[in-house]
Each structure stands twice: as C-alpha cells, then as structure tokens.
C-alpha cells in the first residue's frame, strides 16, 4: 500500500526538478497531484509525507554542499537564511490550521502550503549552486556505474549521458557510487552540477555526455524520485551499450595532466593505520585502511600479508562509511560476517550489504545512526577487532581475521582535520582528549 498511496508524488517530483526558475516550481500543486490518485485520506496524507520528505533530503543534500564549497563568511549567510526560511515556512504554513476549516482540509492545505513553499527553496538553491560552481547546472538523475557501464540519465529526459570531466570528480561520484551500492549495476539516485554535451563522440547507447563539475549527493532511490521515460534503462543496459570506448574523444595530455592534478593530497601512518587524504576541486576525502591477518601485530610489522582489508570513508560534515574487503573470496551474506571489538561480540552487522564481483567480497556499512553512533564509537574505544567469516549461518567452526585498533583515534582526528579544519569540534563530539 505503502509504494501505491506515495506513486503520485513521482510525477510531481520530475516536475520540480527539472524547473529551472521560480515560476516552474510556482506551478506545481502536489496535493491536486496526490489527491488525483486517491481521495482517501491516509493515502493523501502518505502521499504528502513522502513527497515533503523527499524535498527534506534534497534540501539538506544542496545546503550541505553549499557549505562545503561557499566563503566562510557566505557559509554563514546561507546557514541564517535556511534557518529564517524554515521559520517562515512554518509561520507561513501553519496558520492554514486555524483559518481553514473542517480540520481534515486544513492539514491536507498546510501540507501542501510546506511542499509548494519548499519547492521553490530548492529551485532557489539549485539557482545558486549553478551560479557558485560557475560550470554548469544543478541536475538530478539516475546514475549506474561497473564493469564497461558509467551512465547517467537526468530526471524526466530521455537522454542517456557518458559521464566525463574533471577526474578527481568522476572518481569521487564512482568510489561514492561503489560506496552506496548494494548490488551490482544499481541505480542510485544522483544530484549533480555539470553540462551536458550531444556533440561529442560517445559510446553505443548515449546520446550525449556529462561534463560533470562536482557531485552533490548519491543515494539509494526512494518511492517518491522521478520517473525515467525509459524503463527499460532499470538495470537492463548491456555491455554493448556501454562498450567501444576507444569511439570516445582523445583527451590530449595536457589535460589528462590538468586534470589528476589534486589541488592537496596528505599521506600519513599512525601505527597500522594508513590515512591517505586528497583534495580535487575542492572537494576532500579521507580513506582511513588497516589490514587484517591471522595475527593483528604481525600485518601491522609487515611480517604477515593482509587477507583482508578495512575501510573508512571519510568526508566532509563527517559523513562516513565503511568497507570490509575480502580479495579473491565469495561471501554470499552479511549474516556470514560477525565482528567482534575486544571481548564485545557484535555478530553480524545487520546495516551493512555484500557486494560480490571478480576481485571477491566487500562488505559495505553504509552512512546511518548505527554506524555514527554505535560501531564507530566502540572502534575508536577499543584495542582489537576480530572478524570470523561462517561457511553457513549454523557453522561452528569460523575463519578468524584480526587488526589492531590503536591509532585509528589519531587517524581519524587527521582525517576530520583534513576535511572540516576543525579538529577540536571533531574531539569535542567524541570525547577526545587534547593528550589523545
């Protein structure tokens, strides 16, 4: 019932961002939307939720990337603006409550007065991010990525793009997508700056490619994200779609050079720990890795081999993900994985996915409460993780990896350091200590 009650909101959304101006999001009118797929009432009501919820998300997504890429002093600007917005939109919305009557319309009007209202907030800021990135337009739409695949299709367009540009960019949006991803070839839903170009030679199946400038955000796609005019884009492109590369155009050296330049990269070591941080169009990341081995000290000293690796994702705003990765192995689920901090057994970590291709298996934890406010917390606290992989979920017996935790605290500092400039907000959150 759920997918039925949210589906109108689809339309509406394909609407909203494919504006480009004030006047196309002054035009939408998602309760009239809603209400034309059903008049019961809790199937408006779940209609409205899910859309004003979408909405949320993606004005969250561009003000955090605003923040990311304005002046300080315009970062302050935008932070009091969104903040006077969202009261006046309450004072502006809520009101309907008391003048409108009977109740059951007045809710539905102040829903609509809050998703109308919003709309054009997000025109506004995707205005803004077009103007501040000075390369492009703020565009949203579907993204896929894997072996010969590297597809991007825009809401409400037919169009299917080869993405391309700077490649500090088009490696941050294909790490992030591999990040998000839980199975092979899934769409993700993609917010971008960039250009589109029909000129250039592109592979089989496109019919354009994507300049991209920067990616704004990357996520699992929800029942209330546009529609693609082709369905048949869903996971269903073939090799030969995205195949004959050597038909694209020739970057000549000196761009190639110009573009794997990074503006910053810092490499440093603290006890097993290895934090490579790089910084391309503005944009920072950390990876943070360790290896795992039969014995935790003998990987750290470089006597023992790794057999798997584990990472942590870094970003700005500490954004944060994680990826367990065990080469040449496949592991068919999550409930196979149990992990273990000093004497605390965790079991298996029910938020993450498995993901398995021709280099073997990762396990990926993606960005969520669980993560942020359980398991990274009991990592940076702790001295050693143990991880067992089961051959089945009754199996007794268990295949055991180690790593050492010392040093991921004074990793991560630098990391945080490195991508928000501001290493006492990152101690004061968990708890650091200046002596740590």
């Known amino acids: 019932m759920v997918t039925s009650v949210k589906i109108c909101s689809l339309i509406v959304l394909a609407s909203l961002l494919g504006a480009n101006n004030d006047v196309a999001a002054q035009q939408i009118n998602p309760l009239a939307q809603c209400r034309a797929q059903s008049l019961d009432i809790d199937r408006i009501h779940s209609c409205m939720d899910g859309y004003l919820d979408i909405l949320d998300d993606d004005l969250q997504a561009i003000t955090d990337f605003l923040g990311n890429t304005l002046a300080a002093d315009a970062v302050a600007g935008l932070n009091s603006s969104q903040r006077a917005f969202v009261e006046y939109r309450r004072q502006n919305c809520l009101w309907y409550l008391e003048f409108s009557s009977p109740r ?246 029910v938020e993450s996915s498995i993901l398995v291709d021709q280099d073997g298996t990762r396990q990926q934890i993606s960005e969520s409460p669980y993560l942020t406010d359980d398991l990274l917390p009991k990592m940076i606290r702790g001295r050693d993780l143990k991880v067992s992989v089961l051959d089945t979920v009754d199996d007794t017996s268990t295949d055991d990896v180690f790593a050492t935790l010392e040093g991921l605290t004074k990793a991560l500092v630098f990391a945080d350091d490195f991508v928000s400039n501001s290493d006492l907000e990152i101690r004061e959150d968990f708890g650091f200590s200046d002596s740590e």
């Open 104 to 349: 059951i319309d007045a809710e539905q009007i102040a829903k609509n007065c809050l998703a109308t209202m919003s709309g054009q907030r997000l025109v506004e800021l995707q205005d803004l991010l077009s103007a501040d990135s000075g390369s492009g337009q703020a565009i949203q739409g579907f993204y896929v990525y894997g072996a010969q695949r590297n597809s991007f299709q825009p809401c409400g367009s037919e169009q299917r793009l080869w993405v391309e540009g700077d490649a500090g960019s088009v490696g941050l949006m294909q790490q992030t997508y591999l990040s998000v991803a839980t199975e092979d070839l899934q769409l993700l839903h993609a917010s971008v700056t960039g250009r589109i170009d029909e000129q250039l030679q592109v592979p089989e199946g496109h019919q354009g490619v994507l300049q991209l400038s920067s990616l704004v955000a990357m996520r699992v796609p929800t029942e209330g994200d546009c529609q693609l005019p082709d369905p048949a884009y869903n996971l269903e492109i073939t090799a030969s779609d995205v195949d004959a590369a050597q038909d694209r155009r020739e970057v000549a050296d000196f761009e190639r050079a110009e573009q794997e330049e990074p503006e910053q990269q810092l490499t440093a070591y603290f006890g097993a720990w290895l934090v490579d941080c790089i910084e391309v169009s503005s944009r920072k990341s950390c990876s943070l890795e360790v290896a795992l081995g039969r014995n935790a000290a003998d990987v750290a000293s470089g006597v023992e081999e790794g057999l798997a690796q584990l990472t942590i994702n870094r970003m700005p705003r500490r954004s944060t993900s994680v990826e367990l990765e065990f080469a040449e192995r496949e592991i068919d689920s999550p409930t196979l994985i149990r992990w273990q901090i000093d004497s605390e057994a965790l079991g298996d970590i």
